[in-house]
């Protein structure tokens, strides 16, 4: 893994460098969440991905982000504590997480 050169927003290219071949999860639209509404998160999403990988060094593991069934929104509060799960009220700010939280 390189780490020279980081730049402010890495391409595909610049992040499978480092990470490996094919470690990217590249969505198409139909497989992006109708909760994921900002314009620049899709597309980045579609554009460059995201890294499915196990960085145990780190302790990171998105490799999970394959999953089809993964996907379950949650509002920032609901995860920060502010408010408890599935008590559904307008959230602030949406925040998307695939896997399990904890």
Same mark, same amino acid.
């Given at each position: ?6 730049? /402010?927003?890495? *391409? ?11 470690? /990217?999860?590249?969505? *198409?639209?139909?497989?992006? +969440? =109708? ?12 554009? &460059?991905?995201?890294?499915?990988? *196990? ?9 999970? &982000? ?6 379950? +929104?949650?509002? =920032? ?7 408890? +799960? ?13 896997? +399990?939280?904890?």
């Amino acid at each position: 893994m390189k780490s020279d050169d980081i730049p /402010l927003v890495p *391409d595909a290219a610049w992040l499978e460098e480092r990470l490996g071949e094919g470690s /990217l999860w590249r969505p *198409d639209e139909a497989a992006l +969440p =109708a909760e994921l509404t900002d314009a620049g998160s899709r597309e980045f999403l579609l554009a &460059v991905g995201f890294p499915a990988v *196990d960085l145990d060094v780190v302790g990171i593991d998105t490799r999970h &982000v394959r999953d089809e069934d993964a996907w379950e +929104p949650f509002d =920032a509060d609901e995860i920060y504590g502010e408010r408890p +799960p599935r008590r559904r009220l307008p959230a602030h700010e949406l925040l998307l997480h695939r896997g +399990p939280l904890g």
